[in-house]
């Protein structure tokens, strides 16, 4: 028997051609930068020292990185300019009844990324969801001032305070607040879970795909209320959480824009001629905070020695690589009209009077304390020249235990430290240097400081609408707080962005809120 | 008969294991000191957010009930919700999102390895005592010194910053496009590769000259086989139980091992993810990953031990 094959014109040989062919077209590369190839503008920001970004929803996020990230989705009533003012966002104006009425008038046709407007009913929605004990907040402590939120009507609210309170109105901004409005009709449709991954707001940015740790990749909102942003067709936020590698990625081009640079790496990155490094004053304060109530930290002439006896300078060139500067107080330089230019002996190194302050109190030589802090990177530098100084200078038998970031701040919290290095990013609000951190029962008051006086002012400063003089009392309860030393006061650390040529439209803040920043870059195609 | 038998008893041992893993997994995790709410909520918190976060995710719950929850979803392949690595995600969706990537360079590394290996380790065999012995064998010594986070960076400076041919940073799953794993991979790749195949090439080379020794191989000539045939069928065949058994043992760190390679390239793996959710006390990832990676240690054994049944039947008796 025999056959005959029908002849398929295709050899083995072609066929095997074709294949490979057929393969490597298929194959042809869509990632990463040749992305852009297709032609439209594609920005890629790196968030840098940071590997969680825990949640997209504002009200449940807590974590700075989850608001350096989400802010591209949303935003607020209100926004923080460059230089530190407040004006409205979403609210075409903002206007008092009264000392605890607010309305707010809204901007109309600013639309969601669904496409429905934004109306009153879903910033009520959103302030009740912050306010309702149900939700979990973690932001919740900074509107409980709120006592009711009303919709007059569709483009109106009104926002009723228990108490005059400028510190909530500000907290309306899109920064590490949890007031980003969201989608009313959107949150009940999806359900928390899936617009925790994929949220519904009004911002320059919606949300493609959310790959927890790695990347969030979002595209354009066209419809964004602000005319001509965003600038590009899309945009990735990625995940860099090693700080060299954040340099090594701007340098050879994979990322366009970044939130910070390693200070270690600086002059490098400054000498290459693609690369634009800005550097601010940051909104952040860095501190060691101090067990008041157990040895030796309970006595106050032993806490000013301390202070005077902290060489901060050496601390700013070793460990920061004089990317800041010292603090005498707890309210960072680009709060102006806070902030305290006049001298302040007890924070500044004088060994002779550190030795002096000390023998004026219960401890000396050879008075043990260990210094709690976290990581192998500066953090550590500091601590272990902090000790050093203070050993060197006043005799004492400092030590420094490192631990992860988890459990240093929870033993912080509980106060299970002698004392603790530390400190706070990304605020914007004065209340939250001040009044947060060292009113009597405040939330950030682990230590338990408490001073009446302190508190009267930050009363009076909270409710004071005039922003100089509300300045002026916020500067007066420092004073109080500086003499006291409830903690070491350190530095305060420069606020950097770094871009590669070509991105135009990037303003740095010293409140580095990434994601807000990013509806008028532009990147050349 | 013995081959099955074979089988059966390491996969019921292997099973053993992971129930007894599972159980010493969760005790471990819980005797870690640290809070998931700290982690998730962040510096805001005040203690009734902390509360009201373990209420909802089950924190507050006694351990043995905390544990029954975690187990009966297991079996029913419910690995749990990430609390702090990305809150109300499926532990299960995380990990596919990763494995992935984690197999690809592990596969992508290895073969890099296993081919260098071969080359150097049979000319180094093949050739004692000559020059391309002496560079094989202190190519090896080198690739076994370099630590990879090093070769990491040095890789960066020739082939990103100064040639321009790969990326720094960032990677593309392979489910996304698979070349453009391939090209984003090929750093990371060779920068975990080139340790491995130092030590591959080594153990190939002594294996190779062992073998080289035993009287089989000098009656095989005396029967006046050709060179090649005598390497392939005689020496190299039997050379290889050495090679596959410390290739398993190198997968292993392939898989949880690869975290520095990983951060510095931007890999999302599921080495990273691990210790990304240690360091967030997110107990479900935590515990699923450590649960992947054994089940995956114990499939390499068996595989080794299979493949050096196969290679060397006695083994099954």
Redesign the interface.
Known sequence: MTSTRKPSGVSRRNFLVGAAAGVTAA???????LANATGHHHL?V?LIGF?????L?PQ?????S?FWTLSALFNGLMRILPDGSVEPDLAESVSQENDTTYVFKLHKGVKFHNGEELTSEDVKFTLDRVLN??T???????FTAIEQVEARDKYTVVVRLSVPSVPVITHLHNG?TGSQIISKKAFEEMG??AF??APVGTGPFKVKEW????RLQMVAHTDYFRAGQPKVASCDI?L???E???G??M?????DLASTIPFADAPQLEADPNITISRLPGANWRYCALNLNKAPFDDVNFRRAVSMAFNRESVIKAAIFGEGSPMQGSIPSYLKTAYATYERPVCHFNPERARAEMAKGKYGEGTEAVVLTWGSGWWKRWSEIFAANINQVLGTKFTVEVT????A??RY?AMEIDCSNTG?IGRMELDEYVGDCFRTDA??NFYKYSNTKVDELIDAGRAEFNPVKRGELYRMAEDIIVEECPVIFAFNNNAHNMWRTGVEGFVPTPGQHLGSQLGPVSVPS | MGFIWYLIIRLGGALVTIAIGAVFVFILMQLI???PA?????????D??VA??RR?HGLDQPLPVQFWIWLTGIVQGDFGT?I??????PVWD?MV?RLPNTLFIAVYALLIAVVIAFFAGSIAALRQGKMSDTAATSASVLGISMPDFWLS?VL?LVF??GL?VL????F?SPM??????L??GALPAFAIAAPMAGVFARILRAALLETKRRDYVTAARSFGFRDTFVYMHYIFRNALIPFVTVIGVQVRYLVGGTVIIE????I?GLG??MV?GA???DYAVVQACMLAFLVFVLGVNLIVDIICAFLDPRRTH
């Not at chain 1, 194959?27 to 930068?33: D, E, H, L």
């Open positions: 194959a042809m590369p869509s990632w990463g930068r890629n790196g590997s969680v970004v825990n949640t929803d449940k996020a807590g974590l700075n989850d004990v149900d979990a907040s973690p932001n919740r402590g900074k590490v928390e879970a925790s991954k790959r927890p740790s790695e990625l860099i959480p090693e060299t590698s954040g090594t990625a340098l050879a081009g994979d990322i992860d970031a988890n459990v701040f929870q919290k706070w939330s950030r | 000191p640290g809070d700290i982690a998730a909520l962040g510096e805001n918190a005040t009734e957010n009201a976060f909802v990430s702090t690595l990305a809150q109300g995600y995380l999102q960076y960066i990103s910053l321009g990326p720094a940073f960032g593309t996304v496009s698979f070349s453009g794993a090209v984003n951060r510095i390239f931007g999302a990273s993810m990304d360091f967030g006390r």
